[in-house]
């Protein structure tokens, strides 16, 4: 006898009926997804083919092999200092080049050579004044048009007056290609140089401690206070309508544009405080407000996972509320802070908006030695780079953002790798 009611079988083959469209549905929902997330790693490889392909290039530079005098008429012991030392190797290419005659002629030999190739005889000399008297091959850096030329950026198949070499500059560079003194080089004066006008010369390191002394300083205020203030807020602030108050407004700082930080840092640091201007201090003290929300927040996330049982059996045997919070919530939570803690400190490097608006957008050449010296950052000069005009900017620009992005790609896996290796689960 069949138990089953009509009404029962209606509703099962509706059921069944349904069944293959949900698992349709239910399939192109997946592969909606999957393709979103190929569609992002794609992308994603663009940019870093992209950016890679650009910047490659400023690792390398083509150096000038030159045959330097260094007589005694023109470096006289008594002037190391201010002597003539363009006119050195101005001396040099015209033994190499006899036949080049006329001012004209001259001026455009002489512009093959960076103009920084006179600091770096300069240089030799003050280091080892010996060298006085003999003669010496040294590589100097070829020009900015000439090293675009030999890197593939400058055509020869262009008419004369669309190319930034004429036709016996190109000439001069064969003929030098062919002796053996015209190569590309690994750029090292890249990694360890300042800023310059001029793109052969232009270096990161400056920039690079910029950030270093930026980040230092906001690790070192971010961190305990964010770490206190939500230890403060999770373990002992009573729940009234001003700490209600201070968390919606902790979230909220958190969405807040970072330019408006940088107006802040401008109108409190700068003037009224009357800090130094385009200084790694007033940097972190600006992003030290920007990323205070954001440990605040991750701090009390951690501090929330903490089982409620740890709490009760610390207090259960004896411990006061202070021991337990110090010698085992803060223990068992510390690594999701310092994992919140190193996403904050990748974001602040990043960021450029308020740096911009404390002043650390000038242009800068010497390397910051403390926290008070002038001093740009990473991504401020990666905006500098990107606007000017040079076609070898381009390459020094990316290349900035090649390290940059290994930087925030370090930073990031460090903060994964605490996240792993400490974590536990409850």
Do not use: C
């Not at 909606?32 to 870093?48: D, R």
């Not at 360890?192 to 950030?211: F, K, Q, V």
């Not at 803690?341 to 910051?368: C, K, N």
Request: hydrophobic content about 50%; aromatic content about 10%.
């Amino acid at each position: 006898m069949n138990n089953t009611s009509p009404k029962s079988q209606r509703t099962i083959d509706i059921v069944n009926r349904s069944l293959k469209q949900r698992y349709r549905s239910e399939r192109r929902f997946r592969w909606y997804g999957i393709s979103a997330i190929v569609a992002s790693l794609l992308f994603l490889a663009l940019l870093f083919v992209s950016i890679i392909g650009k910047g490659y290039g400023a690792f390398w530079q083509t150096y000038l092999e030159l045959d330097i005098h260094f007589d005694n008429e023109t470096l006289r012991r008594d002037a190391l200092a201010t002597a003539d030392y363009n006119g050195l190797v101005k001396q040099s290419l015209r033994q190499m080049f006899p036949d080049v005659q006329g001012r004209r002629d001259k001026r455009r030999l002489y512009g093959i050579v960076s103009s920084g190739a006179a600091f770096q005889i300069r240089q030799l000399v003050l280091g080892d004044p010996k060298i006085i008297g003999r003669k010496q091959s040294i590589w100097v850096p070829a020009d900015d048009d000439v090293d675009m030329l030999i890197k593939g950026h400058i055509l020869r198949d262009v008419p004369e007056e669309a190319r930034r070499l004429n036709n016996q500059q190109l000439a001069w560079i064969d003929q030098l290609l062919a002796e053996g003194k015209l190569k590309k080089k690994f750029n090292t004066s890249f990694l360890t140089s300042g800023d310059s006008r001029e793109p052969e010369l232009a270096g990161i390191w400056g920039a690079t401690m910029g950030s270093f002394f930026t980040l230092i300083v906001t690790l070192l205020l971010s961190f305990p206070i964010g770490v206190a203030a939500a230890v403060y807020l999770e373990e002992f602030a009573t729940r009234n309508r001003w700490t209600d108050l201070i968390e919606i407004n902790i979230n909220n700082l958190a969405a807040v544009p970072s330019i408006v930080f940088g107006l802040l840092g401008l109108a409190v640091f700068l003037n009224f405080f009357g800090l130094p201007r385009s200084a790694p201090i007033v940097g972190g003290l600006v992003l030290t407000l920007m990323t205070l929300p954001t440990i605040i927040i991750a701090s009390r996330s951690a501090l929330q996972s903490v089982p409620p049982s740890i709490r009760e059996a610390a207090l259960g045997v004896g411990a006061s509320k202070m021991q337990m919070v110090a010698h085992h919530v803060i223990p068992l939570a510390l690594p999701g802070m310092l994992t919140g803690t190193i996403i904050g400190m990748a974001r602040a490097l990043g960021e450029t908006a308020p740096l911009l608006m404390i002043g650390m957008v000038a242009f800068i050449v010497d390397i910051p030695g403390g926290f008070t010296d002038p001093a740009t950052a990473l991504p401020v000069q990666i905006y500098l780079w990107a606007d000017s005009p040079e076609r070898a900017f381009v390459e020094r620009t990316s290349a900035a953002i090649i390290i940059l992005l290994a930087f925030l790609i370090a930073m990031n896996a460090v903060a994964v790798f605490l996240r792993k290796r400490f974590e536990r689960r409850w």
